[in-house]
């Protein structure tokens, strides 16, 4: 029979494997810097938050929230963030508020 200790290690193992987050693959961009992968299939994580991000669109939400307009200043054209933008990204989303849906993108 396993001690108290080996299985007190096993019971944390699968209790943060439970709750990761998949991560978006992280690519170098043309310039050098780390740039975030937009999921175009579902939603794009990085770090402990995921965003719906719609390049086409020019949207992100946030799960929970209202879709909401991508900042000007961020270029989403080539499918890529920095993490910076990524950050923004979130902020903006989390801004939105209210109760989001499939509805709620017009």
Same mark, same amino acid.
């Given at each position: 029979? &396993?001690?108290?200790?080996?299985?007190?290690?096993?019971?944390?193992?699968?209790?943060?494997?439970?709750?990761?987050?998949?991560?978006?693959?992280?690519?170098?961009?043309?310039?050098?810097?780390?740039? #975030?992968?937009?999921?175009?299939?579902?939603?794009?994580?990085?770090?402990?938050?995921?965003?719906?991000?719609?390049?086409?669109?020019?949207?992100?939400?946030?799960?929970?929230?209202?879709?909401?307009? #991508?900042?000007?200043?961020?270029?989403?054209?080539?499918?890529?963030?920095?993490?910076?933008?990524?950050?923004?990204?979130?902020?903006?989303?989390?801004? &939105?508020?209210?109760?989001?849906?499939?509805?709620?993108?017009?």
């Amino acid at each position: 029979m &396993a001690d108290m200790k080996t299985l007190a290690g096993i019971g944390a193992m699968v209790a943060l494997t439970a709750c990761e987050v998949p991560q978006s693959p992280v690519v170098t961009g043309p310039d050098g810097q780390a740039r #975030i992968q937009i999921s175009t299939s579902g939603l794009t994580c990085y770090q402990t938050r995921c965003l719906d991000i719609d390049p086409a669109a020019r949207s992100v939400r946030m799960v929970g929230n209202r879709t909401t307009g #991508i900042p000007r200043g961020i270029d989403v054209s080539d499918g890529t963030v920095t993490p910076a933008e990524f950050r923004r990204l979130g902020e903006v989303a989390l801004l &939105a508020g209210g109760t989001g849906s499939r509805g709620d993108r017009g």
